[in-house]
């Protein structure tokens, strides 16, 4: 049983550039939620999606955006990336939206 | 304002004995906590979690305590293994309201180091 997948599972990209990194829930889930974890630091939740909508949003700008497809799955885009948009970016996924909260190996990004 | 926290950035033990992880949380209202373990080069792993209406859970090897009086939570593992060396973050549910979302709040984690 495959738990939560996530792809690329590393990424370079410069400022100003546009970047899309996709995630996989485990089977059986159907909520993606995405967190960004910078250095040393605990996960910041930036948004959940559920039944293809976005249901609840973080302190994130709108360059973060995000899709759910039918199939559960689901994509994280950043526009106009900053130096400080480096970081780990996890997803996890749930059944349900309160439900415990399974993580992938996450994406770690770099802006140059 | 949102704020979860441990009380220790490291915690370094000998192999065997038991570790002890504490975490001070903000929001008197929440009602359910949980404990992640995230090795390096790896996402979060669930370990235990609690709701506010339990003081005490037991899992294999580790124990959650809730004292909701002083908001505190602790992670407590038996007989610690080298395996258990990673670092470990409390986490809480935000409300809204008085509703629980999908929001989880995270400290900043304690790093546990193993002693051989």
């Known amino acids: 049983d495959a738990g939560v997948t996530q792809s690329p599972t590393h990424l370079i990209k410069t400022r100003g550039q546009q970047v899309t990194l996709r995630c996989s829930p485990k089977?059986?889930?159907?909520?993606v939620s995405w967190y960004q974890q910078a250095l040393g630091q605990g996960p910041q939740f930036i948004f959940q999606y559920y039944e293809e909508e976005e249901r609840q949003r973080g302190n994130f700008p709108d360059r973060f955006s995000g899709h759910q497809f039918p199939n559960y799955s689901s994509e994280l885009n950043v526009n106009a990336l900053l130096l400080g948009d480096s970081a780990l970016y996890l997803c996890a996924s749930s059944q349900g939206r309160v439900s415990p909260l399974h993580f992938g190996n996450g994406t770690r990004l770099t802006v140059t | 304002g949102e704020s979860v926290g441990l009380h220790l950035p490291t915690l370094s033990v000998q192999e065997g004995d038991n570790s002890i992880i504490n975490c001070a949380y903000s929001n008197s209202a929440s009602d359910y906590f949980i404990w992640y373990k995230q090795e390096s080069g790896k996402g979060p792993q669930f370990i235990i979690d609690i709701r506010s209406n339990m003081d005490k859970r037991q899992g294999q090897r580790v124990t959650v305590l809730l004292n909701k009086t002083v908001k505190h939570l602790s992670l407590q593992i038996a007989a610690t293994q080298p395996g258990d060396s990673a670092v470990y973050f409390c986490?809480?549910?935000?409300?809204?309201?008085?509703?629980?979302?999908?929001?989880?709040?995270f400290g900043q984690g304690t790093t546990l180091q193993v002693k051989p």
């Open positions: 986490a809480e549910k935000a409300l809204q309201g008085s509703s629980n979302t999908g929001k989880l709040i």
């Open positions: 089977s059986g889930h159907d909520t």
